[in-house]
Structure formats: structure tokens, C-alpha cells
């Protein structure tokens, strides 16, 4: 999965950053992509749980 470094950086330049690093951007992305990850994973296994091939 790849989520775009740019709406990263304005998100956390609109709670208040007025400069935001790269490496700041690029851990603040490698944790969001994570957590995205875990979710999925765990939307799947409920899903096959429940005999649905649609995750809800």
C-alpha cells in the first residue's frame, strides 16, 4: 500500500507544524500504512468469519 506523502505533510502541518521534515512525513507514513494494514487484515478475517466474501 502506498499512502501520498503530500496530504500526510498537510495534515500535520493543519495541527499547528509550521515545517514539517521529511523524515517526519516518512515515519508519520510508515505508521499509517501499518495500522492501515492491520486493519484490512483483521476486516478480512471477519468477514471470512461471518462467510461473506464482501468486507463490510
Keep these: 500500500m502506498a499512502i501520498p ?3 500526510v505533510k498537510r495534515i ?3 495541527e499547528g507544524a509550521e515545517r514539517v521534515s521529511a ?5 508519520l507514513v510508515a505508521y499509517l500504512e501499518d ?3 492491520a486493519v484490512a487484515k483483521e476486516a478480512v478475517k471477519n468477514a471470512k468469519a461471518a462467510k461473506r466474501q464482501t468486507v463490510k
Design 23 to 27: 523524515d517526519a512525513v516518512d515515519a
Design 35 to 37: 495500522k492501515a494494514d
Design 5 to 7: 506523502k503530500a496530504p
Design 12 to 14: 500535520i502541518q493543519e
